[in-house]
């Protein structure tokens, strides 16, 4: 079955909700700015990230020819 394509118009329609709605939520105190943040984020709170060889990583994903 297809997957449904999906234009860069639509995504930036969503993102541009999900920010004033997100604004709103703010401004009437329904959510803290932490709380947001935490909803907001790829990560859970609080968690720890570390790039072993990040020089390494940086030339082979963006110096290749």
């Given at each position: 079955?297809?997957?449904p394509?999906?234009?860069?118009?639509?995504?930036?329609?969503?993102?541009?909700r999900?920010?004033?709605?997100?604004?709103?939520?703010?401004?009437?105190?329904?959510?803290?700015?932490?709380?947001?943040q935490?909803?907001?984020?790829?990560?859970?709170?609080?968690?720890?990230?570390?790039?072993?060889?990040?020089?390494?990583?940086?030339?082979?994903?963006?110096?290749?020819?």
């Amino acid at each position: 079955m297809p997957r449904p394509t999906v234009t860069f118009k639509q995504l930036d329609r969503e993102h541009r909700r999900e920010v004033t709605r997100d604004a709103e939520r703010l401004r009437t105190a329904q959510v803290t700015p932490m709380a947001l943040q935490a909803e907001n984020s790829i990560l859970p709170p609080n968690t720890r990230v570390r790039v072993r060889n990040l020089i390494g990583y940086a030339k082979k994903a963006y110096l290749q020819k």
